[in-house]
Structure formats: structure tokens, C-alpha cells
């Protein structure tokens, strides 16, 4: 039996599931589907050697526990025929109708993101799954089924497979699951996906968690005895769970933020389930009676729901033992929505007669995607980033109105959150009576007040720098295009001149209109003074586009008296240079290394064939190398390279340290430094949330083995949490 089998379900299993579910579902119809999707795939098999069919039914066993329809289900089944045989969505519309058809074609789409391609890409595929899931919601709640199936058997993938698929779990699917309030599919992606991005650091919290597992089970027992003794007279049906956090949820606490098990409060957790919200609200006033609370840890989610639909009482209290654990109180109904998120719509019939009320939950799609129609195309994956975030914070309003942020918010961000006007019209802020910075962080339960002026008034471009969140941006950035078009032709045009002279781009002024031109075709717009005006409000920001101009002009403009080209040969040149490297197919050539990924001796490296400036040189996982060579646009202008035996050069690189904030760390850092005789090129430092501190060093040393003494010298230094090499 290949390994990972045992994460697999055959079609038998999932009959059996359907069967025994409360819901009802049309079998003949499902059994159709499988029977089409078994003839399609055929002998297909899956990296593991499992037999590819496989797949779709396992997929499908994941969305009947979680509730899911026949429509879905039959998707489920069918979701790879499309992209993977010889079936068309037309067959499938035909056979199915068009609704399962939709969720299978909404599907195949979000397969084919390429989140490992180049960012425009990527945001523009990004853009393609918020529109499918803005259309059905079960087509993104089929695809974090398949994301789900695929993680546990990924290990038959190579590594760097296994890291990608884990990255994009982190940044994109998993804050989705959460959004949606899918608690067991956000969770297990999350752990999975800290098992391949660090795996010493997942097997050592599971190997201390394995340890205390005895301790804990019957330390959970006892509170749970003592809840059920308190209440059964007092509150009917009262049911009591005990739980551990989960793996990740222990990580970002120990390893990012600089915590030891010990001092993670909420490492255990007891949930009780009751019948009624005035239940819950006693029950908590009895669980304050058993046990002491701590202060400052209490959170009301039931009068003030998360976005993600989630209800619930939450408290941190310390038992006799000294220990301290958390305790959750909720209905049935908010323990649904707890773990099933908008996928309880379908597990237990919520809400549906309530279609208004279902369309509520699901409009921060559709506002996410408003907010992204003007921005730059490399801006959306970070805004969606930024909106998607799994911390939030909850401010009021002077009337008691409740606006929930994303962790980071300014005061400009609530002014926009309440209304376009409020940030037009902006000129301050009072942060609980208070007068705060335009740049102030708001945090959770402080009543924010916006200061306006009664009439005109208008943002500062400044602020675009400032905000958070892609909706303040997007509505910035709307009334300079509406309302300042004549300003931002000018600002655009000065930031073109302003760029051009910083990349040395001397031309005429048709030259300059010829090449003005290629950025205009490339984003679209009619006519020069769109583009400078786009420019001018920030709907295109140049510096990205400013390397492809560069080229393009040295191309265009610039003689080059001898051009480069590869010299074939049975038995190639190689040529050394001061800087180390060896590349072959070259004699005597310039070569330079680049500043995008600063390559170190000991580095996998790569030539590439410049216009006009010989040869410049990556590392292999530089992000503007491409993954697959041989198919990208010019494979010819890629050259093996390789470092030198006896490199006797100094090279620059910049490390990032992160550690716990404290006074004399930055004097600790440069004196280590300083006694390994290590030149400091520049630094900047920042301070980060829970008391942290972000330092840059950029750093010269004389490779990858030096390197490696200066960070193992430095995680010495007390208050290291990380360093890692940017």
C-alpha cells in the first residue's frame, strides 16, 4: 500500500457517510457523477501511486462532514474531469445542469493559480477566486476541501513543492477558512502547513505536548468535573469539553513571539455548550466562582460577533493547581457556526430562509473586490493580505456603533470605515477624549471620534502611506482621481521625470513618448494624460515598472558595441572574474552581482545575459529567476554559473533580527559584531507588536561559511528570537 493511503476514501466509504447523515441527497445523481469521473480519469494515478480517482471521492467525504449539498458533492467528484481529461464544461453542463457545471468550471479555475509564477500573476488569479467565490460561496468552500486533501498527501511531493503549497496555505487559504469561520479546515491547514515550513519546530511543540499529554488529560477532566458539579442544578444540558491549542497556534505564540509553553494562557481550553444566551452568561458568572479570573482577559463575542460570524464568551481563568486555561461559552447554534463557519448554512439548515441575511455574510467579498478595481495590480495580493487578517480589532464609535479593523488600524482607517465623507473630510482624531496622531494605532475597545471640518475639507496623499486597510486606499485614492485630475497629470509627469533621471534615461521628447507608450499599452489606458493621472494618484505606482523600462531602453536607445551571445561549443570558455564567479560559454565579460538577491559563495547561482551590461548574477531561488527555465520567454539569455574555489572577495548582505525590545539590545548586537570584526554597512531598527524589535543590519562578510558564524554568534545574544538573511 503506497504511503499516505491511509488519508484516502473510496467511493464505498463515501456512501456510506452520505447515508448516514441527517441530510438528504439526491443518489442517483451523486452516483452519476462518480461513475463519469471513475471513466475519466481511468489509469490515472497521483504522485504516491495512488489511483488518481481517489482524490475527487476523498474530497467529497471531507465537504459530507462538513454538511455540504448533492450539488457540491457531485463538484467534489467532478472537480479535475475538466482540467485533467478529456470532459468540457459543456459535458458537464449538459449531464449536470448549469449550477453544478459553474461550481466545477469556479474550481478548475482556482487550480490553475500559478501562486508560485510572478506577482502580477498571482493578483490577477487572486482577483479570478474572489470573483468565483463572490458568485458561489461552495466553490471556494469545495477548493479549501481539495487544498485540504492535498496537504495530507503532500508528502510524496519534493520539498520545495511541499513549502510552496504551505506558503500559500498560510497567506491565502487558511485567513479564507478563517474568514469564513471554518475552524477545523483553518486549523489542520495551519498545522500542516507549520509541519513543512519548519519541521524541527512542529515535532519539538508536539513532542512537549506528547509529554504532558497524561497530566493534562487529567487535568482537563478535573475542571470539567467541577463545571458539571457546579451547574447541573443551576443551568439544564450544560455539556463540557476539554481541548489543547492547536500545533500552530502554539507556535505563533512560542516562536514568534518569544513565549515559552508556561506562559501561553490559553494552551488549554474547556468549551461549554448550553441551550440559551442568558445560560451562557450564567454559566460564566459560575465559572468565575470556581475558579480566579485573570484580569484583562475576558472577551465578549457574543454582543460583539467577529466578522467571520463567531459568537462566543471567552475568559481566562487559574485553577487550584496554579495552571491557567481558558474557557469558551456558547449556544448550540453559535457552536455550529463556530466550527462549520457559513458551511452551517448547509449542516444545519441556518438561515436559509433568510436570504438577505446569508448575502450579509458574504458581502465583504464583494466590498473587498470594490475595493481593489483601482489599484495597481501588484497592490491586490498585499491589500487581500491585509483585509484577510486573522486579528482584528474592535473600536466604537461616540453612538456606541461598532467597526471591526484589521490589527494596525489608524484612526483614518475608522474614518473611511464609517463613511466616505467622515475621511474626506477628516482633519483629526480623539482616542477616548484624548487628541491622537494621524498615524495612531487604534486597539480593541477604545471609542474613537473623528474630527471633521463641517464643509469641503479633503485627505492628504500623505495618508496613503499611513492606512491599513484597502478600502481607506481605494477611496483615498478615488477622490484624487475624481476630484484633482489636472493636479495629478502633473504629479504623474513629475514622477516619470523624477524616476527617469534616477535610472539615467536621457531621450528626446519623442523618444521619451515612444517609450511612455509601452507602459501605456501594458496597463491599458487611452491616452497619455489616464496614465499620468493614474500615476499622480497612486492607480500605478512607476517604480515597480521602472527594471522593464530600463531594458527596454538600453534595447532601444542605447549602442551596445559588441552584444553578448552565448558561445556554443563542445568544450566552453569559462571566465573568472574579481567577483568570484565562474561562468562558462565566456571569456573576459563583465559580470556583476544582483542587488535584488545579493548571491554569497555558497549559494546555487545563475547567469543571466543583460543588454549592454554583461552578465548579472542570481541566486537560483532569486524570486525574478523563473521556476522552469526552458519554458519561459527567453531561456536562451540563462547561464550556468558557479563560485570559484578561492574566492578571496567581501561581499554585502542584510540580516534581519527579531527579539524581544529591551535596553542596550542594539549596543549587545554591534559590540558581538564589532569583536568578530564585521564592517556594519548600515542599520535601522523598529519596534513591533508584543514588545518586539525588527533590526536590519546590512553586513559585509566574506561568504556563506562566514555567515553562518555571524548569525550562530548572534542568536547568543539575549533577547534573539530569529535571524534570517534577506
Given at each position: 500500500?503506497?504511503?499516505?493511503?491511509?488519508?484516502?476514501?473510496?467511493?464505498?466509504?463515501?456512501?456510506?457517510?452520505?447515508?448516514?447523515?441527517?441530510?438528504?441527497?439526491?443518489?442517483?445523481?451523486?452516483?452519476?457523477?462518480?461513475?463519469?469521473?471513475?471513466?475519466?480519469?481511468?489509469?490515472?494515478?497521483?504522485?504516491?501511486?495512488?489511483?488518481?480517482?481517489?482524490?475527487?471521492?476523498?474530497?467529497?467525504?471531507?465537504?459530507?462532514?462538513?454538511?455540504?449539498?448533492?450539488?457540491?458533492?457531485?463538484?467534489?467528484?467532478?472537480?479535475?474531469?475538466?482540467?485533467?481529461?478529456?470532459?468540457?464544461y459543456?459535458?458537464?453542463?449538459?449531464?449536470?445542469?448549469?449550477?453544478?457545471?459553474?461550481?466545477?468550471?469556479?474550481?478548475?479555475?482556482?487550480?490553475?493559480?500559478?501562486?508560485?509564477?510572478?506577482?502580477?500573476q498571482?493578483?490577477?488569479?487572486?482577483?479570478?477566486?474572489?470573483?468565483?467565490?463572490?458568485?458561489?460561496?461552495?466553490?471556494?468552500?469545495?477548493?479549501?476541501?481539495?487544498?485540504?486533501?492535498?496537504?495530507?498527501?503532500?508528502?510524496?511531493?519534493?520539498?520545495?513543492?511541499r513549502?510552496?503549497?504551505?506558503?500559500?496555505?498560510?497567506?491565502?487559504?487558511?485567513?479564507?477558512?478563517?474568514?469564513?469561520?471554518?475552524?477545523?479546515?483553518?486549523?489542520?491547514l495551519?498545522?500542516?502547513?507549520?509541519?513543512?515550513?519548519?519541521?524541527?519546530?512542529?515535532?519539538?511543540?508536539?513532542?512537549?505536548?506528547?509529554?504532558?499529554k497524561?497530566?493534562?488529560?487529567?487535568?482537563?477532566?478535573?475542571?470539567?468535573?467541577?463545571?458539571?458539579?457546579?451547574?447541573?442544578?443551576?443551568?439544564?444540558?450544560?455539556?463540557?469539553?476539554?481541548?489543547?491549542?492547536?500545533?500552530?497556534?502554539?507556535?505563533?505564540?512560542?516562536?514568534?513571539?518569544?513565549?515559552?509553553?508556561?506562559?501561553?494562557?490559553?494552551?488549554?481550553?474547556?468549551?461549554?455548550i448550553?441551550?440559551?444566551?442568558n445560560?451562557?452568561?450564567?454559566?460564566?458568572?459560575?465559572?468565575?466562582?470556581?475558579?480566579?479570573?485573570?484580569?484583562?482577559r475576558?472577551?465578549?463575542?457574543?454582543?460583539?460577533?467577529?466578522?467571520?460570524?463567531y459568537?462566543?464568551?471567552?475568559?481566562?481563568v487559574?485553577?487550584?493547581?496554579?495552571?491557567?486555561?481558558?474557557?469558551?461559552?456558547?449556544?448550540?447554534?453559535?457552536?455550529?457556526?463556530?466550527?462549520?463557519?457559513i458551511?452551517?448554512?448547509?449542516?444545519?439548515?441556518?438561515?436559509?430562509?433568510?436570504k438577505?441575511?446569508?448575502e450579509?455574510?458574504?458581502t465583504w467579498?464583494?466590498k473587498?473586490?470594490?475595493?481593489?478595481?483601482?489599484d495597481?495590480?501588484?497592490?491586490?495580493?498585499?491589500?487581500?493580505?491585509?483585509?484577510?487578517?486573522?486579528?482584528?480589532?474592535?473600536?466604537?464609535?461616540?453612538?456606541?456603533?461598532?467597526?471591526?479593523?484589521?490589527?494596525g488600524?489608524?484612526?483614518?482607517?475608522?474614518?473611511?470605515?464609517?463613511?466616505?465623507?467622515?475621511?474626506?473630510?477628516?482633519?483629526?482624531?480623539?482616542?477616548?477624549?484624548?487628541?491622537?496622531?494621524?498615524?495612531?494605532?487604534?486597539?480593541?475597545?477604545?471609542?474613537?471620534?473623528?474630527?471633521?471640518?463641517?464643509?469641503?475639507?479633503?485627505p492628504?496623499?500623505?495618508?496613503?502611506?499611513?492606512?491599513?486597510?484597502?478600502e481607506?486606499?481605494?477611496?483615498?485614492?478615488?477622490?484624487?482621481?475624481?476630484?484633482?485630475?489636472?493636479?495629478?497629470?502633473?504629479?504623474?509627469?513629475?514622477?516619470?521625470e523624477?524616476?527617469?533621471?534616477?535610472?539615467?534615461?536621457?531621450?528626446?521628447?519623442?523618444?521619451?513618448?515612444?517609450?511612455?507608450?509601452?507602459v501605456l499599452?501594458?496597463?491599458g489606458?487611452?491616452?497619455?494624460d489616464?496614465?499620468y493621472?493614474a500615476?499622480?494618484?497612486?492607480?500605478?505606482?512607476?517604480?515597480?515598472?521602472?527594471?522593464?523600462?530600463?531594458?527596454?531602453?538600453?534595447?532601444?536607445?542605447?549602442?551596445?558595441?559588441?552584444?553578448?551571445?552565448?558561445?556554443?561549443s563542445?568544450?566552453?570558455?569559462?571566465?573568472?572574474?574579481?567577483?568570484?564567479?565562474?561562468?562558462?560559454?565566456?571569456?573576459?565579460?563583465?559580470?556583476?552581482?544582483?542587488?535584488?538577491?545579493?548571491?554569497?559563495?555558497?549559494?546555487?547561482?545563475?547567469?543571466?545575459?543583460?543588454?549592454?551590461?554583461?552578465?548579472?548574477?542570481?541566486?537560483?531561488?532569486?524570486?525574478?529567476?523563473?521556476r522552469?527555465?526552458?519554458?519561459?520567454?527567453?531561456?536562451?539569455?540563462?547561464?550556468?554559473?558557479?563560485?570559484?574555489?578561492?574566492?578571496n572577495?567581501?561581499?554585502?548582505?542584510?540580516?534581519e533580527?527579531?527579539?524581544?525590545?529591551?535596553?542596550?539590545?542594539?549596543?549587545?548586537?554591534?559590540?558581538?559584531?564589532?569583536?568578530?570584526?564585521?564592517?556594519?554597512?548600515?542599520m535601522?531598527?523598529?519596534?513591533?507588536?508584543?514588545?518586539?524589535?525588527?533590526?536590519?543590519?546590512?553586513?559585509?562578510?566574506?561568504?556563506?561559511?562566514?555567515?553562518?558564524g555571524?548569525?550562530?554568534?548572534?542568536?547568543?545574544?539575549?533577547?534573539?528570537i530569529?535571524i534570517?538573511?534577506?
Amino acid at each position: 500500500m503506497p504511503k499516505g493511503t491511509i488519508h484516502y476514501q473510496d467511493y464505498e466509504q463515501l456512501v456510506e457517510m452520505l447515508k448516514k447523515s441527517e441530510n438528504s441527497f439526491d443518489m442517483e445523481l451523486i452516483d452519476k457523477a462518480y461513475q463519469l469521473a471513475l471513466k475519466a480519469h481511468g489509469d490515472q494515478r497521483r504522485v504516491s501511486g495512488v489511483p488518481y480517482i481517489l482524490h475527487p471521492t476523498s474530497v467529497a467525504c471531507i465537504l459530507v462532514d462538513m454538511g455540504m449539498d448533492t450539488d457540491s458533492i457531485c463538484a467534489a467528484l467532478l472537480h479535475d474531469v475538466v482540467e485533467d481529461t478529456d470532459v468540457t464544461y459543456e459535458d458537464v453542463k449538459k449531464e449536470f445542469g448549469v449550477d453544478i457545471a459553474n461550481l466545477v468550471d469556479g474550481v478548475t479555475k482556482l487550480a490553475k493559480i500559478p501562486y508560485s509564477s510572478r506577482e502580477d500573476q498571482q493578483a490577477e488569479n487572486v482577483r479570478k477566486m474572489l470573483i468565483a467565490m463572490s458568485n458561489d460561496i461552495r466553490v471556494i468552500i469545495i477548493k479549501l476541501a481539495d487544498r485540504l486533501h492535498n496537504m495530507r498527501t503532500i508528502e510524496c511531493m519534493r520539498e520545495q513543492k511541499r513549502r510552496d503549497k504551505a506558503l500559500e496555505n498560510m497567506e491565502i487559504f487558511a485567513p479564507i477558512a478563517h474568514r469564513l469561520g471554518i475552524r477545523a479546515i483553518k486549523e489542520e491547514l495551519e498545522d500542516l502547513s507549520i509541519l513543512y515550513l519548519d519541521p524541527v519546530g512542529y515535532h519539538e511543540i508536539e513532542t512537549a505536548l506528547a509529554l504532558t499529554k497524561d497530566g493534562r488529560d487529567a487535568f482537563i477532566k478535573s475542571i470539567k468535573d467541577k463545571i458539571i458539579e457546579k451547574t447541573k442544578n443551576l443551568i439544564p444540558d450544560v455539556r463540557v469539553d476539554g481541548r489543547v491549542k492547536s500545533i500552530n497556534g502554539i507556535y505563533r505564540k512560542t516562536y514568534m513571539r518569544g513565549k515559552t509553553i508556561e506562559q501561553i494562557f490559553d494552551i488549554f481550553a474547556v468549551r461549554v455548550i448550553v441551550n440559551t444566551v442568558n445560560d451562557c452568561y450564567n454559566a460564566l458568572g459560575v465559572i468565575h466562582e470556581i475558579f480566579k479570573p485573570i484580569p484583562n482577559r475576558f472577551k465578549d463575542y457574543i454582543s460583539t460577533p467577529k466578522p467571520n460570524m463567531y459568537r462566543s464568551l471567552h475568559t481566562t481563568v487559574i485553577g487550584e493547581e496554579g495552571i491557567p486555561f481558558e474557557v469558551q461559552i456558547r449556544t448550540w447554534e453559535m457552536h455550529q457556526t463556530a466550527e462549520y463557519g457559513i458551511a452551517a448554512h448547509w449542516k444545519y439548515k441556518l438561515g436559509l430562509s433568510k436570504k438577505d441575511s446569508f448575502e450579509d455574510k458574504i458581502t465583504w467579498i464583494r466590498k473587498m473586490l470594490e475595493n481593489q478595481a483601482d489599484d495597481d495590480n501588484t497592490d491586490i495580493l498585499r491589500n487581500i493580505k491585509t483585509d484577510l487578517a486573522q486579528e482584528d480589532v474592535f473600536v466604537f464609535t461616540p453612538k456606541g456603533d461598532i467597526i471591526d479593523l484589521p490589527y494596525g488600524s489608524t484612526v483614518i482607517d475608522v474614518a473611511y470605515a464609517i463613511h466616505t465623507a467622515v475621511g474626506n473630510r477628516m482633519t483629526g482624531a480623539k482616542v477616548n477624549g484624548k487628541i491622537v496622531p494621524i498615524d495612531y494605532n487604534v486597539k480593541t475597545g477604545e471609542i474613537v471620534e473623528i474630527l471633521t471640518k463641517k464643509e469641503g475639507g479633503c485627505p492628504n496623499r500623505d495618508w496613503l502611506k499611513i492606512v491599513k486597510t484597502s478600502e481607506a486606499r481605494s477611496k483615498i485614492r478615488q477622490w484624487f482621481k475624481k476630484e484633482k485630475r489636472e493636479e495629478n497629470i502633473e504629479t504623474g509627469k513629475m514622477e516619470i521625470e523624477r524616476e527617469f533621471k534616477h535610472a539615467k534615461i536621457v531621450l528626446s521628447d519623442s523618444e521619451m513618448a515612444e517609450l511612455v507608450n509601452l507602459v501605456l499599452k501594458k496597463k491599458g489606458y487611452p491616452n497619455v494624460d489616464d496614465l499620468y493621472a493614474a500615476i499622480g494618484y497612486g492607480g500605478v505606482q512607476l517604480w515597480k515598472m521602472m527594471p522593464r523600462i530600463k531594458e527596454e531602453y538600453l534595447k532601444r536607445y542605447e549602442p551596445v558595441q559588441t552584444e553578448i551571445k552565448p558561445v556554443i561549443s563542445e568544450k566552453p570558455k569559462k571566465s573568472r572574474v574579481s567577483s568570484g564567479v565562474i561562468v562558462d560559454g565566456f571569456d573576459d565579460v563583465l559580470i556583476k552581482l544582483a542587488m535584488c538577491c545579493k548571491p554569497l559563495p555558497g549559494d546555487d547561482i545563475i547567469g543571466f545575459i543583460t543588454r549592454g551590461n554583461g552578465v548579472s548574477i542570481h541566486k537560483k531561488s532569486c524570486s525574478n529567476i523563473p521556476r522552469d527555465i526552458e519554458s519561459c520567454e527567453q531561456p536562451e539569455r540563462y547561464i550556468q554559473a558557479s563560485w570559484a574555489q578561492d574566492v578571496n572577495e567581501s561581499f554585502q548582505t542584510t540580516l534581519e533580527i527579531l527579539s524581544n525590545d529591551r535596553t542596550g539590545l542594539i549596543a549587545d548586537i554591534t559590540n558581538q559584531l564589532s569583536a568578530m570584526h564585521i564592517f556594519i554597512n548600515n542599520m535601522d531598527s523598529k519596534e513591533s507588536k508584543d514588545d518586539l524589535a525588527i533590526m536590519h543590519f546590512s553586513i559585509t562578510v566574506n561568504g556563506m561559511d562566514h555567515l553562518r558564524g555571524v548569525i550562530s554568534r548572534l542568536s547568543n545574544v539575549k533577547g534573539v528570537i530569529s535571524i534570517s538573511r534577506q
